[in-house]
């Protein structure tokens, strides 16, 4: 039998800082000798595919997938006609764990960061998956608290828990 790849999504109000943890979080699971996978959520149409180019071209003549590939990197192009995280966890093989930022309303463990500054509540509050809260307010979450800058705790409490 094949094991799944652990997802985590961090989610949290725009602006509370969802990418700089994530940014700290990486090199911390890195270090231990993970190897992570991310993904981003976007409300927005995006397109790395600029108008003219070859690849471009070749989607206009009906490529389904169009792969760009260096010596040192790859993209690839393809319609997505799915946006849950069950229908993106293919492109993840060979990792240990996935990390995602957003994706608030998947059905899979989160990690919410709340900060006081923001004056905002938290989007979680009840929701089932949510497994920690990166705070520094009192969230009134009932779930394992770490400080924003409890990287090291907060990737114990990742490796104890899914790795």
Known sequence: MIKKTPIICIVGKSESG????IEKLIPELKKRGYRIGSIKHTCQAFDIDKKGKDSWRHRKAGADIVVIASTD?????????????????KYFNGVDLVIAEGFNKENIPK????????????????????IAVVTDADT?????????????????FIENKYL
Do not use: Q, W
Not at 140 to 149: C, N, T, W
């Open 140 to 156: 009134g979450h009932k779930v394992p608290r770490f400080d924003l800058e409890e990287i090291d705790k907060l990737a114990d």
């Open 111 to 130: 990690i919410e960061i709340v900060r006081k500054a923001s004056g905002k509540e938290p989007l979680c509050l009840g929701d089932s998956k949510l």
């Open 18 to 21: 969802k990418t700089t943890l």
């Open 73 to 89: 990197k790859i993209a690839m192009i393809k319609d997505n006609d799915c946006e849950s995280l069950d229908c993106l966890e």
